[in-house]
């Protein structure tokens, strides 16, 4: 069956081949940005994320610099479909500080 026109979001595609073109039609593949968990447990919904078995799916390996959970470029899977928003894996950062026989080490936070 093909479809077109359909907007697809917050999915976890896991593939080798993830999407197919069709001469259907051009499909939305995100909606716009909510501060709203996401299908991996990341801070938004936008896209999709795309991974492969491999683990060097778009999603897997995208830079998301501002650790919003949303890939910093978008990701192309054919002309006129395109993810704008991705998902990426959800990152952050740990709040502590370093110590050794509960003894500061020196030049750490």
């Not at 896991?14 to 501060?35: V, Y």
């Not at 491999?54 to 470029?73: E, L, R, V, Y």
Request: charged share 5%; hydrophobic share 30%; proline share 3%.
């Amino acid at each position: 069956m093909l479809s077109s026109n359909n907007t697809v979001y917050n999915n976890f595609f896991n593939n080798t081949n993830n999407f197919i073109n069709s001469s259907s039609g051009i499909n939305i593949w995100n909606t716009t940005k909510q501060a709203i968990t996401n299908i991996v447990g990341g801070l938004n919904i936008g896209g999709n994320f795309w991974a492969n078995p491999s683990g060097t799916g778009f999603s897997q390996t995208c830079m998301d610099a501002n650790i919003d959970g949303i890939c910093d470029s978008s990701y192309m899977l054919s002309t006129g479909n395109e993810d704008y928003l991705p998902l990426a894996i959800p990152t952050g950062y740990i709040n502590g500080s370093v110590k050794y026989n509960n003894s500061g080490i020196s030049g750490q936070l």
